[in-house]
């Protein structure tokens, strides 16, 4: 089977290969690297845009953000094809029901949130707003001042989806990630607390956030045992939220403040520190390692970047204790692994010699075509860049040697288990 052909087949028509990249031209040199391929992608979307799940019992639909991934990252056209097929099995289709005739109203919206049925009708209900008042406005009035920003439901991939349409001016996946967090609201605003409030008593804040998971977490018999719902990840953290509510609380109110930018420095690095954290020799957990805390952390990092003017320092230290209780949840539903000998910060003599720089370990992601790896890498790969100020850091090409080293592993795979 051709590779064009068989594209244009599965898609309906997508976009001939040859005019996948819009090169930049630099006197006589081209380069694709950092550019969007803007013609596909827009023709992706519209033509999956209510056709396939964004999520179907924990198997996300992030087709669009591994293809953007893949471009940034350097892949030629053939690698850019192969993460396309292995991720287009995957995807679930949308089945037709009379639900999706629905129409939302301005005092309507609110009804069904939590209610996965309403996928479609809230699809048309944000890209109506967005059509209307635009981007930023419908962001402001339904995210930071509406409930949305108060929702841990599914791992908090759709504020990453969201979050992607945004950065990359595609306001179909910004419709796309209201959607999915308006279907996936799970309400965890009591947990989050009032930022104010919490400084009437400053004695109990002073803990940080690794030592809150590895050091006092970890070894809380209270938290024994397993939180499997409905064998989703979705339902064992909705199980963990009503079951253990006051003993969550209590963790966070031991949160200590810190300034906005330090905080979310500080979870990007826990986020990148708990991937190599499993229970399997030659696995790595799905919720854990799969990237998804690390996509997360660096999407508030992104609103802020965007927003800050927008909004009070309140409105994001909520969307830092979200990530924050997002993050001690899945530790916990994810049977609370230990620490990795994995080392973040510091490597041996030996181990510097043996570790591979970051284009030999980007090579090796694309070429091996595993969709949460590329994720992983493009996120370290902005990781580095927004935080390590000088190449002696080497704390998250650490973990890409990690990553590269898993997916190039005879028997390496991806584990769901809590066990």
């Not at 031209?25 to 969007?36: A, E, F, R």
């Not at 809380?220 to 199980?239: E, I, N, Q, V, W």
């Amino acid at each position: 089977m051709s590779s064009a052909g068989s594209i244009s087949t599965a898609f309906g028509g997508w976009p001939n290969v040859d005019i996948i990249y819009d090169k930049q031209h630099d006197n006589n040199t081209s380069t694709t690297v950092g550019v969007i391929p803007q013609s596909l992608l827009h023709k992706l979307i519209q033509d999956h845009h209510t056709v396939y799940h964004m999520e179907y019992r924990d198997q996300p639909n992030h087709l669009a953000r591994v293809l953007v991934a893949l471009h940034e990252l350097g892949a030629n056209q053939d690698q850019l094809i192969n993460g396309y097929y292995k991720v287009y099995p995957d995807l679930v289709p949308l089945l037709q029901t009379s639900i999706e005739q629905r129409i939302l109203t301005n005092d309507s919206w609110l009804e069904h949130l939590g209610d996965s049925t309403y996928y479609r009708p809230y699809l048309s209900f944000f890209q109506q707003k967005i059509e209307e008042y635009g981007v930023d406005q419908v962001i402001q009035s339904y995210f930071f001042d509406g409930p949305l920003s108060s929702s841990i439901g599914s791992q908090l991939q759709p504020i990453v989806h969201m979050t992607f349409g945004i950065e990359y001016d595609m306001p179909d996946i910004v419709t796309q990630g209201l959607a999915y967090l308006a279907t996936t609201f799970v309400d965890v605003e009591s947990l989050l607390g009032d930022n104010d409030s919490r400084h009437k008593n400053p004695a109990t804040n002073n803990v940080e956030h690794e030592n809150i998971l590895f050091d006092m977490v970890a070894a809380d018999p209270r938290f024994a045992g397993r939180m499997d719902g409905t064998h989703t990840f979705h339902s064992a953290l909705k199980l963990l939220i009503k079951s253990q509510h006051s003993l969550l609380k209590t963790y966070m109110d031991m949160l200590l403040s810190f300034p906005l930018q330090h905080a979310l420095q500080n979870l990007v690095t826990l986020a990148t520190k708990l991937i190599p954290c499993t229970k399997q020799s030659h696995r790595l957990d799905w919720f854990l390692g799969g990237g998804q805390l690390l996509a997360s952390a660096l999407a508030m990092q992104y609103l802020f970047e965007r927003y800050n003017k927008m909004n009070n320092n309140n409105d994001f230290q909520k969307l830092i204790r979200l990530q924050f209780l997002t993050t001690l949840c899945t530790y916990i539903v994810q049977g609370r692994p230990s620490r990795s000998p994995t080392v973040f910060h510091e490597n041996s003599f030996q181990q510097q010699q043996e570790q591979g720089c970051w284009d030999t370990c980007v090579s090796a992601i694309i070429e091996s075509g595993d969709s949460k790896s590329i994720l992983i890498m493009q996120s370290l790969v902005k990781a580095h860049r927004l935080y390590e100020e000088n190449e002696n850091e080497k704390g998250y090409l650490n973990i890409a040697n990690f990553i590269t080293g898993f997916v190039q592993a005879e028997g390496g795979a991806w584990c769901k288990n809590r066990q």
